[in-house]
T-cell receptor
Framework: GAGVSQTPSNKVTEKGKYVELRCDPI?????LYWYRQSLGQGPEFLIY????????DSGLPNDRFFAVRPEGSVSTLKIQRTERGDSAVYLC???????????FGPGTRLLVL | DAKTTQPTSMDCAEGRAANLPCNHSTISGNEYVYWYRQIHSQGPQYIIH???NNETNEMASLIITEDRKSSTLILPHATLRDTAVYYCIVLKTSYDKVIFGPGTSLSVIP
């Protein structure tokens, strides 16, 4: 079946611009997670949704980062006033239930020039 | 969450068993041991998890010591496609903030 998909696969933007990254989880998965991965590092937790609500957003680095999941399926990670340090691979994962195995998407590679 | 420590890197000859260790000496009774791997330029992939009994699936075996303070992931016949970074994570099933460490970079050598 279809796995987690993320769009775009690559995004190049300029410092100060706004970007949106989209995640389509596996159908029926109630939990959705966003991670950020810098080169040579393990994925860094950003935010976790259970259904439509953000159950844990403690990993968001600052208020320039925001994520939504209005209908409990697709999620969008929004970054305002991008900075060069935001350049990373942004990974999305979903799981069928709280605590279940996470299925990761291929990631969106964001480059801020 | 309990922290884990893993070797930074390991090599394994193709066709041989790859044994990847993980220390989790502060693991608590309701925390599971999970293993994921990440092949270059892909998202992490779930491999296996366990609580206290040894586990086996089509990908790997997981051996957890009796005191649960360490575990070993075993890839019985490593192939070149098993070259990846392997992450050992301990996690309460009711708690979803998975924290990834730097993992072990496994290189399978022809």
């Amino acid at each position: 079946g279809a796995g987690v998909s993320q769009t775009p696969s690559n995004k190049v933007t300029e410092k100060g611009k706004y970007v949106e990254l989209r995640c389509d989880p596996i159908s029926g998965h109630t939990a959705l997670y966003w991670y950020r991965q810098s080169l040579g590092q393990g994925p860094e937790f950003l935010i976790y949704f259970q259904g439509t609500g953000a159950a844990d957003d403690s990993g968001l680095p600052n208020d320039r980062f925001f994520a939504v999941r209005p209908e409990g399926s697709v999620s969008t990670l929004k970054i305002q006033r991008t900075e060069r340090g935001d350049s990373a691979v942004y990974l999305c994962a979903s799981s069928p239930r709280t605590g279940g195995s996470r299925y990761f998407g291929p990631g969106t590679r964001l480059l801020v020039l | 969450d309990a922290k884990t420590t893993q070797p930074t890197s390991m090599d394994c000859a193709e066709g041989r068993a790859a044994n990847l260790p993980c220390n989790h000496s502060t693991i608590s009774g309701n925390e599971y041991v999970y293993w994921y791997r990440q092949i270059h330029s892909q998202g992490p992939q779930y491999i296996i998890h366990g609580l206290k009994n040894n586990e086996t699936n089509e990908m790997a075996s997981l051996i957890i010591t009796e005191d649960r303070k360490s575990s070993t992931l075993i890839l019985p016949h490593a192939t070149l496609r098993d070259t990846a970074v392997y992450y050992c994570i301990v996690l309460k099933t009711s708690y979803d903030k998975v924290i990834f460490g730097p993992g072990t970079s496994l290189s399978v050598i022809p």
